[in-house]
C-alpha cells in the first residue's frame, strides 16, 4: 500500500484517515472480529456435530423436580394463653424416592421396621387390619371407612364381602414382598406401603415413616442409613396437647388426609401426604392453622445423583388462636357435671333396688350430661363441658385406650354439648309466653284455668303436675303448668310458635366455628303431624330437641334484649410469632344474627317471670335466698328410660353476664341439673358472694 506524505513546515501529515482513526487500526479490527467469528464455528460446530449426541444425553438425563416443604401448624391455647394444641420440636424418619435406588422400597422399610422393633419406637400404622390371637388376619373394629378405601376402585378394586385374608393375599402381591418374613413382619411393611400408596409417595412427594422418634433412634437411623439414599431424620414440629383432658371435643385433632378430603381440597393445595384438621378448632379453623407450603426445587441425574437444590419459596407457618374459654372454668364445670351425673346414678339404683315397680325410672340409667356457659354480651363460650369424655393423647397413640372408647356405650366421643339434641321439657316455655304475647294471642293479664287435665282434644289427655287454678302466664312459667301452655300453644299455632323459637337460637345452627347440630323443631322436621303435636310442642315435648349450645344461645338471646349474637369459640387470631392480630372478636364488634322480635315490655314480663322460678318457684329450693339474683327455668323431659332433667338461667338478673343451659340425660330429678347450675355460679361469683356474705355478717 502506497503511503503519502506532504510536508507542511515541520510536520508530516497522513493522508490516509477516516476521521482520525488509522487504516491500520481499522484493519487490526477487522482481522480479529474475523478470527473471533471462525473459533465460534467451530466451537459450534463441535457441540452440534462431533459431541452433539454426548451433550444431548446430558440435557435428556437431568430433571428438575419441585418439592413442597410443610408449614408449622398453628398453636391453639385457652383465652389467657394456656397451651391447647402445641407444637413441640422433635424428630421424624422420612423417605424420599428422589434420592433412591431404583425398586429400593422394601429393602429398606424391612430395615427401618427391624430397627424400630429393636429399639421398641413406633412407625405410622394405617392398615386396618390385625392379626387375633389365633394368627389370623382380621379387620380393626370401628374402622369401616379406612377398610372401604382399602377394598375401593382406587386400591384392591375387591368387594365388599372380601376379607382381611383376601385383602393380605392381594396386597402382598401388590407390593411385591417376598421373602421369609413372619406375619406380623409382612403385615409391618405391608402397612408401610399401602400408606405410601395413600400418601401419594413419588418422586415429588415425601413419606414421613415415624414421627416423634427419640434421639437413640436418631443415632440409629444416622449410622445405619448414611451409605443408603433415600432416609434420613429431620426436625419437625410435633402436635401435642398438653391438657388432653380438659376438653377434647373442642380443641380436635389432626391426621393424614382421606382420600374423600383430598378430592375436596387438592384445588386449595393439599397433597396426598398432608396432614389436616379432622374435629373440632383444629377442623374449624383449618384454613388458619395450616399455613403455607413452601417449595424447594431438586435437579437430579438419571443415575440418582442430585445435581443442584433451590428453594424457590420458603414455607410460612400458621396462625395461632386463642379461644374464649377459660382452663379454669372449664376444668371446674368439668368436674362438676361429672360428680352430679355419678351421684345421680348412685341414687337412682339404689331407689330402683328399693322399689317394686315394674318400669324403674330413678335415674339409674343416667350416665350422660352436658353443660354449656356463654357471656351474655358477646355470646363466647366461656365453658363447655361433656360427660363422659376422653383423654386425646391416649385416644391418639393407645390402641387399646382407642378401642375401649369406642365401645364405651355412653359415646364418649359424642360432643353432646354442641351435637347432642335433647327435648328441652319446661325451658322452652319463655320462649313460648314471649311469642303469644308478642302476636297478641294472651296479654300479661290473661288467665287460664288449670284443672290438671287438658283435653281440648278427642282421644288425647295432657296431664300438668298439678292443679293451679286460674293463673296468668307469670304464674304459669313460675309453676311450670303444662295445662296453660298447651292452650297457649293451640291458640298461637305451631308456625307462628316455630318463627319465634328460631328467632331466640332453637332449632337452628349458632354458628360456631366447630361442627355442630342443626337440632330439630317440631312440625318443621316432624314427618307427620296432628293437631294436639301442636300443645305438647309448647310445652317443650312432641318432636322438639335442641342441643345445649343452642338452649344457651336462647337464654342469652332472652338475657340480651332479645338480640342474638354469634355463638362463637374463638377469641382472637394472630400470628405465629403472637405479634400481630389477624383479627378478633369482642363486644364491640359482636355479629348479630337476629333479633327475636319481642317488645321489651313483654321481654320484661317474662323475665320477671324468670325471676320468680328462682325466688318462689320451681327453682327455689336452691335459688330461693341465692346472693346474686338470677333468672331461671327448669325443665323435666320425658323419652324411653328415666326422665331427662334440664336448666337455664343467667346472672345477675338486673346486669346479664353469663347465660347457662344444663342436660343431664336420664337423671331423674331436677336436684341434680339444679345442682350443677347453682355450683357453676358459685365458682364465677365466687368473689363477689363472698363480698355479700361478708356485707350480711358485718350487720
Same mark, same amino acid.
Given at each position: 500500500?502506497?503511503?503519502?506524505?506532504?510536508?507542511?513546515?515541520?510536520?508530516?501529515?497522513n493522508? =490516509?484517515?477516516?476521521d482520525?482513526?488509522?487504516?491500520f487500526?481499522?484493519?487490526?479490527?477487522?482481522?480479529?472480529t474475523?478470527?473471533?467469528?471462525?473459533?465460534?464455528?467451530?466451537?459450534?460446530?463441535?457441540?452440534?456435530?462431533?459431541d452433539?449426541s454426548?451433550?444431548?444425553?446430558?440435557?435428556v438425563?437431568?430433571?428438575?423436580?419441585?418439592?413442597? @416443604?410443610?408449614?408449622?401448624?398453628?398453636e391453639?391455647?385457652?383465652?389467657?394463653?394456656?397451651?391447647?394444641a402445641?407444637?413441640v420440636?422433635?424428630?421424624k424418619?422420612?423417605?424420599?424416592?428422589?434420592y433412591?435406588e431404583?425398586n429400593?422400597?422394601?429393602?429398606?422399610?424391612s430395615?427401618? *421396621?427391624d430397627?424400630?422393633t429393636?429399639?421398641?419406637?413406633?412407625?405410622?400404622?394405617?392398615?386396618?387390619?390385625?392379626i387375633?390371637?389365633?394368627?389370623d388376619?382380621?379387620?380393626?373394629?370401628?374402622?369401616?371407612?379406612?377398610?372401604?378405601?382399602?377394598?375401593?376402585k382406587? *386400591?384392591? =378394586?375387591?368387594?365388599?364381602?372380601? @376379607?382381611?385374608?383376601?385383602?393380605?393375599?392381594?396386597?402382598?402381591?401388590?407390593?411385591?414382598?417376598?421373602?421369609?418374613?413372619?406375619?406380623?413382619?409382612?403385615?409391618s411393611?405391608?402397612s408401610?406401603?399401602?400408606?405410601?400408596?395413600?400418601?401419594?409417595?413419588?418422586?415429588?412427594?415425601?413419606?414421613?415413616?415415624?414421627?416423634g422418634?427419640?434421639?437413640?433412634?436418631?443415632?440409629v437411623i444416622s449410622?445405619n442409613?448414611?451409605?443408603?439414599p433415600?432416609?434420613?431424620?429431620?426436625?419437625?414440629?410435633?402436635?401435642?396437647?398438653?391438657?388432653?383432658?380438659l376438653?377434647?371435643?373442642?380443641?380436635?385433632?389432626?391426621?393424614?388426609?382421606?382420600k374423600?378430603?383430598y378430592?375436596?381440597k387438592?384445588d386449595d393445595?393439599y397433597?396426598?401426604?398432608?396432614?389436616?384438621?379432622?374435629?373440632? *378448632?383444629?377442623?374449624?379453623?383449618?384454613?388458619?392453622?395450616?399455613?403455607? @407450603?413452601? *417449595?424447594?426445587?431438586?435437579e437430579?441425574?438419571?443415575?440418582?445423583?442430585?445435581?443442584?437444590?433451590?428453594?424457590?419459596?420458603k414455607?410460612?407457618?400458621?396462625?395461632?388462636?386463642y379461644?374464649t374459654?377459660d382452663?379454669?372454668?372449664?376444668?371446674?364445670v368439668?368436674?362438676i357435671?361429672?360428680?352430679?351425673?355419678?351421684?345421680?346414678?348412685?341414687e337412682?339404683?339404689a331407689?330402683a333396688?328399693?322399689?317394686?315397680e315394674?318400669?324403674?325410672?330413678?335415674?339409674?340409667?343416667?350416665?350422660?350430661?352436658?353443660?354449656?356457659?356463654?357471656?351474655?354480651?358477646?355470646?363466647?363460650?366461656l365453658?363447655?363441658?361433656?360427660?363422659p369424655?376422653?383423654d386425646?393423647?391416649?385416644?391418639?397413640?393407645?390402641?387399646?385406650? /382407642?378401642?375401649k372408647v &369406642?365401645?364405651?356405650?355412653?359415646?364418649p366421643?359424642?360432643n353432646?354439648?354442641?351435637n347432642?339434641?335433647?327435648?328441652?321439657?319446661?325451658?322452652?316455655?319463655?320462649?313460648?309466653?314471649?311469642?303469644?304475647?308478642?302476636?297478641?294471642?294472651i296479654?300479661?293479664?290473661?288467665y287460664i284455668?288449670c284443672s290438671m287435665y /287438658?283435653?281440648?282434644?278427642?282421644? /288425647?289427655?295432657?296431664?300438668?303436675?298439678?292443679?293451679?287454678?286460674?293463673?296468668?302466664a307469670?304464674?304459669?312459667?313460675?309453676k311450670?303448668?303444662n295445662?296453660?301452655?298447651?292452650?297457649v300453644?293451640r291458640?298461637l299455632?305451631?308456625?307462628?310458635? &316455630?318463627?319465634?323459637?328460631?328467632?331466640?337460637?332453637?332449632?337452628?345452627?349458632?354458628?360456631?366455628?366447630?361442627?355442630?347440630?342443626?337440632?330439630?323443631?317440631?312440625?318443621?322436621?316432624?314427618?307427620?303431624?296432628f293437631d294436639g303435636? @301442636?300443645?305438647q310442642?309448647?310445652?317443650g315435648?312432641?318432636?322438639?330437641?335442641?342441643?345445649?349450645?343452642?338452649l344457651a344461645?336462647?337464654?342469652?338471646?332472652?338475657?340480651?334484649d332479645?338480640k342474638?349474637?354469634?355463638?362463637?369459640?374463638v377469641?382472637?387470631?394472630?400470628d405465629?410469632?403472637r405479634?400481630?392480630?389477624?383479627?378478633?372478636? =369482642?363486644?364491640?364488634n359482636?355479629q348479630?344474627e337476629?333479633?327475636?322480635?319481642?317488645?321489651?315490655?313483654?321481654?320484661?314480663?317474662v323475665?320477671? +317471670?324468670?325471676?320468680?322460678?328462682?325466688?318462689?318457684?320451681?327453682a327455689?329450693?336452691?335459688?330461693?335466698s341465692y346472693?346474686?339474683?338470677?333468672?331461671?327455668?327448669?325443665?323435666?323431659?320425658?323419652?324411653?328410660?328415666?326422665?331427662?332433667?334440664?336448666?337455664?338461667?343467667y +346472672?345477675?338478673?338486673?346486669?346479664?353476664?353469663?347465660?347457662?343451659?344444663v342436660?343431664?340425660?336420664?337423671?331423674?330429678?331436677?336436684k341434680y341439673s339444679l345442682?350443677i347450675a347453682?355450683?357453676?355460679?358459685?365458682?364465677?361469683?365466687?368473689?363477689?358472694?363472698r363480698?355479700?356474705?361478708?356485707?350480711?355478717?358485718?350487720?
Open positions: 500500500m502506497a503511503v503519502l506524505f506532504k510536508f507542511e513546515g515541520a510536520r508530516a501529515v493522508e =490516509n484517515k477516516f482520525g482513526i488509522s487504516v487500526r481499522i484493519a487490526t479490527c477487522i482481522i480479529l474475523v478470527i473471533i467469528f471462525f473459533g465460534f464455528v467451530i466451537r459450534l460446530f463441535n457441540w452440534q456435530i462431533v452433539g454426548e451433550y444431548a444425553k446430558t440435557v438425563d437431568t430433571s428438575k423436580y419441585k418439592i413442597e @416443604t410443610a408449614a408449622v401448624r398453628g391453639i391455647l385457652d383465652s389467657k394463653g394456656t397451651d391447647l402445641v407444637n420440636t422433635g424428630y424418619i422420612v423417605i424420599e424416592k428422589l433412591m431404583k429400593s422400597e422394601n429393602d429398606i422399610i430395615a427401618l *421396621i430397627l424400630m429393636e429399639k421398641n419406637e413406633k412407625w405410622i400404622d394405617v392398615l386396618p387390619i390385625t387375633d390371637k389365633n394368627g388376619y382380621q379387620f380393626i373394629k370401628n374402622k369401616e371407612s379406612e377398610i372401604a378405601t382399602l377394598k375401593s382406587a *386400591i384392591l =378394586n375387591l368387594n365388599g364381602y372380601a @376379607t382381611a385374608q383376601d385383602c393380605m393375599s392381594w396386597l402382598v402381591e401388590r407390593y411385591k414382598i417376598s421373602g421369609d418374613y413372619s406375619k406380623e413382619k409382612m403385615r411393611m405391608i408401610v406401603r399401602y400408606n405410601m400408596e395413600k400418601s401419594g409417595f413419588s418422586m415429588t412427594t415425601v413419606y414421613t415413616f415415624a414421627e422418634i427419640s434421639q437413640d433412634m436418631v443415632a449410622e442409613f448414611q451409605n443408603i433415600g432416609v434420613k431424620v429431620e426436625t419437625t414440629s410435633i402436635r401435642t396437647n398438653p391438657n388432653s383432658t376438653m377434647p371435643h373442642i380443641v380436635g385433632y389432626v391426621a393424614a388426609i382421606s374423600e378430603e378430592d375436596e387438592k393445595g397433597k396426598l401426604n398432608d396432614k389436616i384438621g379432622k374435629s373440632g *378448632i383444629e377442623s374449624g379453623m383449618e384454613s388458619y392453622l395450616r399455613g403455607n @407450603t413452601g *417449595i424447594k426445587e431438586v437430579r441425574a438419571d443415575d440418582g445423583n442430585i445435581v443442584g437444590e433451590e428453594i424457590l419459596r414455607a410460612e407457618p400458621g396462625n395461632t388462636l379461644l374459654i382452663s379454669n372454668l372449664q376444668r371446674t368439668n368436674s357435671l361429672a360428680k352430679n351425673v355419678r351421684a345421680a346414678q348412685e337412682g339404683k331407689l333396688a328399693q322399689s317394686t315394674a318400669v324403674k325410672k330413678f335415674g339409674q340409667d343416667c350416665t350422660s350430661g352436658a353443660v354449656v356457659v356463654l357471656n351474655v354480651k358477646d355470646f363466647s363460650v365453658a363447655a363441658s361433656t360427660y369424655s376422653f386425646l393423647t391416649r385416644y391418639l397413640d393407645d390402641y387399646d385406650y /382407642y378401642l &369406642n365401645s364405651n356405650a355412653a359415646a366421643l359424642y353432646k354439648a354442641f347432642g339434641i335433647y327435648m328441652p321439657g319446661s325451658i322452652f316455655k319463655p320462649c313460648v309466653a314471649a311469642a303469644a304475647l308478642e302476636e297478641g294471642v296479654t300479661q293479664d290473661t284455668y /287438658y283435653n281440648y282434644y278427642k282421644n /288425647y289427655t295432657l296431664r300438668c303436675m298439678g292443679w293451679h287454678g286460674s293463673i296468668n307469670h304464674t304459669a312459667i313460675s311450670s303448668c295445662y296453660y301452655f298447651a292452650e300453644g291458640l299455632g305451631i308456625k307462628t310458635l &316455630n318463627l319465634y323459637a328460631e328467632r331466640f337460637g332453637l332449632g337452628v345452627k349458632t354458628g360456631i366455628e366447630v361442627y355442630e347440630s342443626g337440632g330439630i323443631l317440631a312440625f318443621r322436621d316432624s314427618t307427620e303431624w303435636n @301442636t300443645s310442642a309448647a310445652i315435648q312432641s318432636d322438639n330437641a335442641f342441643t345445649p349450645l343452642q344461645t336462647y337464654t342469652a338471646t332472652i338475657a340480651n332479645g342474638r349474637m354469634k355463638t362463637h369459640l377469641k382472637k387470631v394472630v405465629y410469632a405479634e400481630n392480630t389477624v383479627y378478633e372478636n =369482642n363486644v364491640k359482636a348479630l337476629s333479633t327475636c322480635g319481642v317488645s321489651k315490655a313483654n321481654l320484661d314480663y323475665r320477671d +317471670a324468670m325471676r320468680s322460678v328462682a325466688r318462689e318457684g320451681t327455689s329450693s336452691v335459688f330461693g346472693p346474686i339474683e338470677i333468672a331461671a327455668k327448669t325443665g323435666t323431659a320425658e323419652n324411653q328410660g328415666s326422665d331427662h332433667v334440664t336448666f337455664i338461667g +346472672a345477675p338478673y338486673d346486669k346479664p353476664e353469663i347465660a347457662i343451659a342436660v343431664v340425660e336420664h337423671g331423674a330429678r331436677s345442682g347453682k355450683e357453676v355460679f358459685d365458682y364465677y361469683f365466687s368473689d363477689r358472694i363480698a355479700i356474705q361478708a356485707q350480711r355478717n358485718s350487720y
